[in-house]
């Protein structure tokens, strides 16, 4: 157990819907990052927040979005669904951004469906 | 896209047998981590190697980083039933934050 929880554990939500998952880091960690992990396929970095600011973000439409909160816990929004959203979508927390050279710690993940 | 290229893609052996699995990857690095992932579940973090380290040892695992070839691999000893699992390695740039990008891993089978 790493001590990064998210929720929910599972969601189903159809084309076009908006969801928001959360994620709560490791105590002492306030770097959370978000990853999208298609089936099969290996995750794929959508963004970075560190101290409340997004800190580096990957290939992703605005229409992913994030928030970090003063506890360092973090949301991941998608807005306008589209079927190719389905995946595990992983939060993992660092103690230190800037540096590199850190591990993270990864969460169970949330297992989203778009019909 | 995806940064490294894992190899094999799928590896079955059996109980006691050593696994070893390798990873190219295209940029410079500052650091490169293995991460182990069950079933779909979270990945957990299983080494972290530094750019300027050859080799690295935590347990049954040994890693290994060629920064000249860009690649690297990683060796299970006396691998476990338990051990099944994808495997990942996942490469730091050290660009602002600590981003990783993922290849898309090695499915491993090991047989009682």
């Known amino acids: 157990e790493t001590g990064v929880t998210q929720s929910p554990t599972h969601l189903i939500k159809t084309r076009g819907q908006q969801v928001t998952l959360r994620c709560s880091s490791q105590?002492?960690?306030?770097?959370v990052s978000w990853y999208q992990q298609a089936l099969g396929q290996g995750p794929q970095f959508i963004f970075q927040y560190y101290r409340e600011e997004e800190n580096g973000r990957g290939n992703f439409p605005p229409r992913f979005s994030g928030l970090q909160f003063p506890n360092y816990s973090s949301e991941l929004n998608v807005n306008a669904l589209e079927l190719d959203d389905s995946a595990l979508y992983l939060c993992?927390?660092?103690?230190?951004?800037?540096?590199?050279?850190?591990?993270?710690?990864f969460g169970p993940g949330t297992r989203l469906t778009v019909t | 896209s995806q940064q490294g290229e894992e190899d094999p893609q799928a590896l079955s052996i059996q109980e006691g047998e050593n696994a070893t699995m390798n990873c190219s990857y295209k940029?410079?690095?500052?650091?490169l981590q293995w991460y182990r992932q069950n079933s779909g579940r979270g990945l957990v973090h299983l080494i972290l190697?530094?750019?300027?380290?050859r080799e690295k040892h935590s347990g049954r695992l040994r890693v290994t980083l060629d920064t000249s070839k860009k690649s690297s691999s990683l060796l299970i000893t006396a691998s476990r039933a338990a051990d099944t699992a994808s495997y990942f390695c996942?490469?730091?740039?050290?660009?602002?934050?600590?981003?990783?990008?993922f290849g898309g891993g090695t499915r491993v089978l090991v047989k009682p």
């Open positions: 996942a490469t730091d740039e050290g660009a602002a934050g600590n981003k990783l990008t």
């Open positions: 940029t410079s690095i500052n650091n």
């Open positions: 993992a927390s660092s103690g230190i951004s800037g540096t590199g050279g850190r591990e993270q710690y």
């Open positions: 105590s002492g960690h306030n770097t």
């Open positions: 190697i530094r750019s300027n380290e």
